[in-house]
């Protein structure tokens, strides 16, 4: 259980091994999920067009922030840089962030906690 803030923005996060994803000339990032269920392989068997990838674009904020995650840089780094480039743009800094890397991890299962906290 994390303490204080301190603990969290001390968290380092790195990119899970098994994620695939296209960076484009701009800096956008586009996760690529691999649409394998059986279901899917019988119907493309059948002749139905289903893409092997389901594509999901980040905005450039979303971008920005993944593009830091290297399991070096702590939240409170990847934050003061988010801030450093955004300015007022990005606020309520932490609670956004923090917010978007929780989603990475526990629901999209983008990033792996690295730090142990």
């Keep these: 259980m994390l303490n204080n803030n301190d603990e969290v923005l001390n968290i380092i996060f790195k990119i899970s091994d098994e994620?695939?994803?296209?960076?484009?000339k701009n800096?956008?990032?586009?996760?690529?999920?691999?649409?394998?269920h059986k279901i899917q392989r019988v119907f493309r068997k059948l002749g139905?067009?289903?893409?092997?990838?389901?594509?999901?674009?980040?905005?450039?904020y979303g971008s920005c922030v993944f593009l830091q995650i290297d399991?070096?840089?702590?939240?409170?780094?990847?934050?003061?840089?988010l801030e450093d480039t955004y300015g007022d743009k990005v606020e309520p800094l932490y609670e956004r962030l923090l917010l978007?890397?929780?989603?990475?991890?526990?629901?999209?299962?983008?990033?792996?906690?690295?730090?142990?906290v």
């Design 71 to 81: 399991g070096s840089k702590t939240v409170g780094e990847i934050g003061k840089s």
């Design 19 to 24: 994620l695939e994803f296209e960076v484009d």
């Design 100 to 116: 978007f890397v929780s989603h990475l991890e526990q629901q999209f299962h983008y990033i792996e906690n690295t730090s142990r």
């Design 27 to 36: 800096g956008i990032v586009t996760m690529l999920e691999k649409q394998d």
């Design 48 to 60: 139905f067009k289903i893409p092997e990838y389901k594509r999901i674009t980040m905005d450039e």
